[in-house]
């Protein structure tokens, strides 16, 4: 590996293994790096006598994982490039443009389009108080970050991200794509149902998804099912719950978990390939419909001013 931090470390988990320790307590001495599901599934490749096997689901997984999470970060790059560079052009324009035409704009004597009121208003506030809003707005932001570290903000934002109309149902899926893929790759590795539910809620990375998983995994202990506690809850689909009940019947979790965890994994390709294709025209749209709406807001009275003599 090119990184030195990460080179650094595994020379001392070489250096702790040729000592006697067990790989699983050497990589377990670099939790900063290696996640718990990592650490139990190794630990169970180890017990089992199956490490190899268990190694090659671990970079399976982390391969899949890295895929669904590089795509859904592409998806959103890109329009949050672009509504930032077309903010950032019209705070310009009202800055330093708008200005430029609001003196003749005042001296036509004309009765001026609501429109055209808002625009120079607009501009005579961002040209006036600017500070106040920059520094409203850099407060907000590290007051809203802060919220966001307590465990009722933190629930708050994984709930809205859920009802984010196209994103959230994508995002949906990829939280159902990492339970059902950790919970089966766990189980294979012969961690018992509990425990794996247990490093699965901490997996998905969605709090609302946690909840629910934490109540399966009560209901499991209690001698219930896990399709009979995720059945009670809406944000998990029936499908979800139907195939894990009938591989809890069948006894073939493991497999019914991975046939679950592909199908999301294509449903979240497609619908990547899909919003990709819409987010560019969708943007455009948009952004001519804004831009338009400024240039009339300028233009109409001067058109009108013009037209008069």
Not at 104 to 129: A, C, N
Not at 258 to 267: I, L, M, P, T
């Amino acid at each position: 590996t090119s990184n030195s931090h990460f080179k650094e470390k595994i020379f001392e988990i070489s250096s702790d293994v040729e000592g006697g320790s067990s790989l699983s307590e050497s990589i377990l001495r670099h939790s900063d790096i290696f996640s718990d599901f990592y650490i139990h599934m190794v630990r169970a490749g180890e017990a089992s006598g199956k490490l190899n096997n268990i190694l090659s689901y671990l970079a399976d997984h982390m391969e899949r994982e890295y895929e669904i999470i590089s795509k859904v970060k592409g998806a959103m790059i890109y329009p949050a490039f672009v509504v930032g560079a077309f903010f950032i052009a019209m705070i310009v324009m009202m800055i330093f443009v708008i200005p430029q035409l609001t003196g003749i704009l005042k001296e036509s004597g004309q009765e001026l389009p609501v429109m055209t009121k808002i625009i120079i208003g607009t501009s005579d506030f961002l040209r006036s108080y600017w500070y106040i809003l920059f520094i409203a707005m850099a407060g907000g932001i590290v007051l809203f970050f802060k919220y966001l570290k307590t465990a009722g903000g933190k629930l708050f934002w994984d709930k809205a991200q859920l009802k984010l109309p196209i994103f959230g149902t994508l995002l949906t899926k990829v939280y159902l794509f990492r339970f059902t893929e950790s919970l089966s790759t766990l189980i294979e590795g012969g961690l018992p149902i509990s425990r794996a539910l247990s490093i699965s809620r901490d997996i998905t990375g969605n709090t609302v998804y946690k909840e629910i998983i934490d109540d399966a995994l009560k209901g499991v202990r209690s001698g219930g099912t896990i399709a009979g506690t995720l059945a009670l809850y809406k944000d998990i689909p029936p499908l979800v719950t139907q195939m894990i009940s009938v591989g809890e019947q069948a006894g073939k979790l493991v497999s019914v978990l991975r046939s679950v965890a592909r199908f999301y994994q294509k449903d979240v390709d497609n619908a990547m390939d899909n919003i990709t294709s819409l987010i560019e025209p969708i943007l455009i749209v948009v952004m001519g419909l804004a831009v338009g709406a400024l240039v009339a807001g300028v233009m109409l009275p001067i058109y009108n001013m013009v037209g008069s003599f």
